[in-house]
Every structure is written in C-alpha cells, then in structure tokens.
C-alpha cells in the first residue's frame, strides 16, 4: 500500500503511507531505518541535514563488527589512553587486543543515512513539526516541513501517513515531548568541542594514535576534557552540566596548554548529552524513542554511538512484530532488553561519575587508580566487548579494596 487517501476531521486527500516513519538520522535512526529496511517494512527517514553532533567519535570493536563499520570510515585507530589528572600527573594506557576507532560524526552520520536509503528506506530532508491522528483510517499523520535539497532556502509543508513513528531527533527531542510522558531529561551535560587541523608534528600534547582525557576544572568544573584525533584533524572539546560556563573559554585555554592553539578550526559543535535513560521509551499505541532522545549515553564516559545504534536495532526489532501483528505491546521490548544488557554498567558508571567527579581533589585520587593495571584490563575490555569482563573473585576482590583505599584517602596520591 503506497497511498492512502486520508485527512484531519474525515477531509480527504493524498498522504503517501509508511510502515515507520522515523525522525532524525543521527546513528540511532539511520540504523533503525536501516533495519527496518532490511527487514521488508516501508519506511521513511526524515533527518534536517547539515546538524553535526559534538562527539569525540569513539567507535569500540563490538560496533565495528556489529554494525559492520567499514574500514575507510575509521579516520585513526587509537592504540593508547593519555589520562591526565588535575595536577598534571598522568597515566598510559595501552590499549591491548585491538583498537578504538575514531570516525568524524560528518562523514559518518552521512554514510549512516546513505546505506539507509541503498538499502530501501526513504530519505526525506526536513523538520518535524508534530503528529495527529487520523481516526477515518486509524493511522498517524507525520507533519513536517521539507526541503528538496540540503541547501535549498526554500520549505514546504508535508504529511505522510504511518503506523509508527521513531523518535531519534536528540536529547531535545520533540518527538518525546509530545507523546512521552515525563520525558524531559534529568541528567545533562553541555558537550562543545572543536574540530581542528592537526599539528604538522606529533609532540608530548598531540600523538595520532592516542586518546587524552583530561580531568581538571579548569576545564570542566565536572566532566572531563579530551584530546581525540580524527586522522587529519582532532576533536578538542570538555563537557558540564553547568550551562553557566565558559565552554569556549575553556578549550581556548586548553588549547594553549597543548600548544594546539595555532590550528585551524573546521567547525564548532554543542549540545546536550543524557546520561541517563528515561523510564519510557514508548507511548503505548505509536511512538517510540531511540538514542539520545531516550537517554542511552553512558554515564562518565559520554559514550553514545553504539548505544544509540544498538537501540536503534532493539527497536527495529520490535516495530518489525509490532507491524506483522499489528501488537504495539512490542514497543516496550527495546528499553527491556537494552536495559538487560547494559543496565548494569550504566548504574556503575552513574555511581563513578557521581562520586569522583565532585571536585579536583576526588579526581585526583580517580587517576591514581587508573595506574592499576587490573582497573585498566577491566575497564577497557568491558568497553572494547560492551559487558562486564567475568575475573577471578581474587581479583574482583582486590580492586575492591583498592578503591575502597582511594575513597577513604588511604592510599597515597
């Protein structure tokens, strides 16, 4: 069924029909649209274009392999961890077994869409407005305003029919404000970073295989900063929950102390990271949320794009037997399972961003830690497989107590 004659108030008129129609293609709807597509459904993406998110684009194995992650999208592959602490001590991570790799969200966001569309989604480029209910036809009308192309000036109004509608429009998303109950997001940091040339050099403050972390509130009164290369620029950016700070100020400053302040800036990006997901995905009948708009970033870390994919492919699941059987009950499944599978680390790292980055004296401590080689193979082969690495109780045991020592202030710093 291509076309339904339907309108608002029992009107008639041409609306063309869709399966799932889902808003904003960042990772998580283009890969929802993707397996919707793959699974047979008719379905339409419906993304602004242009908008790129600020993110370090941090891409663990598990994604690549997942989500089948080409090569050439990989701008450099990180081989090792620079965690820098408030004092400037700072600790090296080897990262063993592999690599992270690091894609730029313009690219890769793009490519994203585009396999999508190959793979038999329909783009549309636009604007969500809201959503009505047809009664005449039982079905739900998507209003947006269009755009024929990515740089043309001029908009119009459309609608289109669907069964369901995906929310992948962001921590802001519309979407979820006018279907999902309580879903204003508690638990925000403020990200803006800057895409910059890289130096002609490698040095101390800049190498193309590593990744810095920087903690310290002359950055970031309470997140972190980073250093991350993107092959031939890097992202240089911090993260607050404060709005009130200066974001720009502090990556000048940072940029200074890298010596990296005579690069060239590409672009500027900001936006509003969750760190939390909401208690609802779903309105019970038509809507459901993915990715940012549903609060699947880590806690800590900041990590989102195979969380947002992964949702994306949880929800695409479930609309496919939500449409064959005509069931919304279905809808409640993504957030379920998503929590099944990663509930556990979100709660752990909510807890370790929740004590540790407090103040500059507690992030201190936190970097010491880091120098334990058992909290450094736990921490990044549970982020390299995406679960919890399963140890010797020994083991499990005496981090244990090494933290309990950094908490309490016994251990030396």
């Not at 911090?238 to 720009?248: D, M, V, W």
């Not at 497989?385 to 030396?412: C, M, Q, S, Y």
Request: proline share 4%.
């Amino acid at each position: 069924m291509n076309q339904i004659r339907a309108g608002k108030n029992g009107t008639r008129s041409n609306y063309e029909y869709f399966d799932v129609v889902v808003i904003g293609g960042g990772p998580a709807g283009a890969t929802t649209a993707n397996e919707l597509a793959n699974s047979g459904l008719k379905v339409m993406l419906l993304d602004k274009a242009g908008r790129i998110k600020p993110c370090g684009g941090a891409i663990p194995p598990k994604a690549i392999d997942e989500f089948e992650i080409p090569d050439e999208l990989l701008v450099a592959k990180i081989k090792k961890a620079q965690i820098v602490s408030p004092a400037k001590n700072k600790v090296d991570i080897p990262i063993e077994n592999g690599f992270v790799g690091m894609v730029d969200r313009d690219e890769f966001d793009e490519w994203l869409r585009n396999r999508a569309e190959k793979n038999g989604a329909t783009r549309k480029i636009g604007s969500f407005n809201f959503i009505s209910r047809n009664k005449l036809e039982n079905k739900t009308v998507v209003h947006y305003t269009a755009r024929r192309h990515v740089s043309d000036t001029k908009s119009y109004p459309e609608c289109v029919l669907t069964s369901y509608v995906v929310g992948a429009d962001g921590a802001n998303s519309e979407v979820a404000k006018q279907e999902i109950k309580n879903s204003s997001l508690k638990k925000l940091v403020f990200a803006y970073h800057e895409i910059i040339q890289r130096p002609e050099k490698a040095s101390k403050n800049y190498e193309p295989n590593r990744c810095d972390v920087i903690y310290s509130s002359k950055y970031s009164p309470d997140f972190y900063s980073w250093v991350f290369p993107h092959g031939d620029t890097f992202s240089i950016g911090t993260g607050s929950a404060q709005k009130e700070f200066s974001f720009k100020g502090a990556i000048s400053n940072l940029k200074v102390k890298h010596e990296l302040n005579g690069c060239k800036v590409i672009r500027r990006e900001g936006a509003p990271i969750p760190l939390k997901p909401l208690g609802r995905w779903d309105n019970g009948a038509d809507t459901l949320l993915v990715g940012d708009a549903a609060g699947v970033v880590a806690p800590s870390s900041g990590e989102g794009i195979y969380y947002a994919m992964l949702s994306g492919k949880l929800a695409a699941r479930a609309l496919t037997k939500c449409v064959h059987e005509q069931n919304s009950d279905y809808l409640k499944e993504p957030r379920k399972e998503f929590l099944k599978l990663h509930g556990k680390v979100f709660f752990i790292l909510g807890l370790l961003q929740g004590f540790w980055y407090r103040n500059d004296s507690l992030r201190e401590r936190f970097v010491k830690i880091c120098e334990d080689k058992d909290v450094q193979y736990l921490t990044f082969e549970s982020y390299m497989r995406k679960e919890i690495v399963k140890r010797k109780r020994k083991e499990k045991l005496k981090i244990f107590f090494k933290d309990l020592a950094h908490l309490f202030g016994f251990a030396k710093v």
